[in-house]
């Protein structure tokens, strides 16, 4: 599974987008970029996953480059409910294998 | 109605003692798992069930026993305990199958102390 980087915390305005970087530079062709969620105190939430191309659903937008080396993970309105530590994880067959690194811990603020 | 449930919430017992957590899932997955996430924050698999069957085990202490009475429960047992063990546990489920890219749903933990 190839190495994530994030950084450490993040600050965002409530109502402004959240974009929350990633960098997989060492991502093999066949493995997904996921993002999860924890809330404090709550179990980790799915947030969105992607291959090559860019994906969006109700919760955010994935934005992953051309070369597949980084991604941008985008709330579009960021509100209070949504400061949670923010993982990134790639790897090809999830089969329950996620591994959580440190993650970015997002503060949204009023 | 929640997802996948766990019990309890906390629990706080003494080193050496044998302790149980529940999970129960009613998503209608096959697959189940439990994590651990440590004080550094760190959450780390350490077991899956597909229907009833073991599928993961990384490396885990015999101490730790998981049960899968079906393929709707997994649950974690643990003897004796030892303040190492101190970490919050988090059950998991998810489709199952040949599904590649699969969503986990977790449960809300279980924060063990052990004193």
């Known amino acids: 599974d190839a190495k994530t980087t994030q950084p450490t915390s993040m600050d965002c305005a409530e109502g402004r987008a959240a974009n929350l970087p990633c960098n997989h530079s060492t991502i093999s062709g066949n493995e997904y970029v996921y993002w999860y969620r924890q809330i404090h105190s709550q179990g980790p939430q799915y947030i969105i996953h992607g291959l090559k191309n860019n994906e969006t659903n109700e919760m955010a937008s994935l934005i992953i480059t051309e070369d597949r080396k980084s991604s941008t993970l985008i709330l579009p309105h960021a509100t209070l409910r949504d400061t949670a530590v923010y993982y990134c994880i790639a790897l090809y067959n999830q089969g329950g294998k996620l591994i959580f690194g440190q993650g970015t811990e997002l503060s949204v603020k009023p | 109605d929640t997802a996948v449930s766990q019990t309890p919430k906390y629990l706080v017992t003494q080193m050496g003692n044998d302790k149980s957590i529940k999970c129960e899932q009613n998503?209608?997955?096959?697959?189940m798992y439990w994590y651990k996430q440590d004080s550094k924050k760190f959450l780390k698999i350490m077991f899956s069930y597909n229907n009833k069957e073991l599928i993961i085990n990384e490396t885990v202490p015999n101490r730790f026993s998981p049960k899968s009475p079906d393929k709707a429960h997994l649950n974690l047992h643990i003897n004796s305990l030892e303040l190492g063990d101190s970490a919050v546990y988090f059950c998991?489920?998810?489709?199952?199958?040949?599904?590649?890219?699969?969503?986990?749903?977790f449960g809300s933990g279980t924060q063990l102390s052990v004193l």
């Open positions: 998991a489920s998810s489709q199952g199958g040949t599904a590649i890219n699969e969503k986990l749903f």
């Open positions: 998503l209608g997955h096959d697959t």
